[in-house]
């Protein structure tokens, strides 16, 4: 296991919050695609979206993508809900930034992706 690097964990943790800050940019970009009557609800998509993401991210998507090797094409389900995710670094991912750290920089691109 690597040891935590207070750089590294700030720079993940300010990258996070940038591409967060890019959602909510993004909802208001296709706003200005539509017709003026339809701008809410595009929007709302966005912002929907982001909640649905989150919670399919947190319970399955994040163990699917990061965690075993099942034929080497998908992750097994041994990170369901966040199950063994904390502060220590992972060996196999970024191992100078704690592993939930990198959960939270994954997810932000998982829930700007879809929108």
């Not at 809410?40 to 990061?66: D, H, N, P, R």
């Not at 097994?76 to 920089?105: E, I, K, M």
Request: glycine share 10%; hydrophobic share 55%; proline share 4%.
């Amino acid at each position: 296991m690597g040891h935590l690097n207070a750089a590294d964990t700030a720079f993940v943790l300010i990258s996070a919050a940038l591409v967060f800050v890019m959602t909510p940019g993004l909802a208001f970009f296709y706003g200005g695609l539509v017709r003026h009557k339809n701008v809410l609800t595009i929007m709302m998509q966005s912002y929907i979206s982001m909640g649905v993401v989150t919670l399919l991210w947190v319970l399955v998507g994040f163990s699917l993508a990061y965690s075993g090797n099942t034929l080497g094409v998908i992750g097994d389900l041994r990170n369901v809900g966040l199950q063994g995710v904390g502060l220590a670094p992972s060996s196999l991912y970024a191992p100078t930034v704690p592993y939930l750290a990198f959960f939270l920089f994954q997810l932000m691109f998982a829930i700007i992706t879809p929108a």
